[in-house]
């Protein structure tokens, strides 16, 4: 699971809109490739999104650090 908040903005209403494997932001048209780490793929942002393990166990999910 990724973080939805862009590593460039800091702004609490830049929420990511996700279509397939990309990732943009509406603030600063950064994007990120959801497979192989979130990293930017173009725009201002120069770090990957922030990844939490995720782990099943029966009906329930859990996303944590």
């Known amino acids: 699971a990724f973080d939805a908040a862009c590593t460039n903005?800091?702004?609490q209403s830049c929420?990511?809109?996700i279509e397939?494997?990309?990732?943009?932001c509406p603030c600063c048209?950064?994007?990120f490739i959801l497979t192989?780490?979130?990293?930017?793929s173009s725009g201002?942002?120069?770090f990957p999104l922030q990844q939490y393990h995720v782990?099943?166990?029966?009906?329930?999910?859990?996303i944590y650090n």
């Open 9 to 11: 903005e800091i702004s």
């Open 15 to 17: 929420v990511l809109k």
């Open 20 to 24: 397939g494997i990309l990732a943009t």
């Open 29 to 31: 048209s950064s994007q």
């Open 36 to 40: 192989g780490g979130a990293y930017p």
């Open 44 to 46: 201002l942002a120069s």
């Open 55 to 62: 782990s099943v166990s029966g009906s329930r999910l859990y």
